[in-house]
């Protein structure tokens, strides 16, 4: 796929969105990980879906991030 123009911001979330929604068909998430979802409103009002991946078992505190 040709990604859409550079100022095409709108194309690009689109784009963007198809790319995680075939991610998250791809592979089940474990049995054993917790998903939690938050949103982040951009200046322009425009919501962003940001996924959280917990593991049950693994102390708070850094550890490996997607």
Do not use: C, F, K
């Amino acid at each position: 796929m040709t990604p859409p123009p550079v100022g095409d911001v709108a194309g690009r979330r689109a784009a963007l969105e198809g790319l995680i929604a075939h991610g998250d068909t791809a592979q089940p998430t474990p049995s054993d990980v917790t998903v939690t979802d938050h949103h982040l409103l951009t200046d322009d009002g425009e919501q962003i879906l940001l996924r959280w991946y917990t593991r049950q078992g693994i102390p708070d505190g850094p550890g490996p991030a997607v």
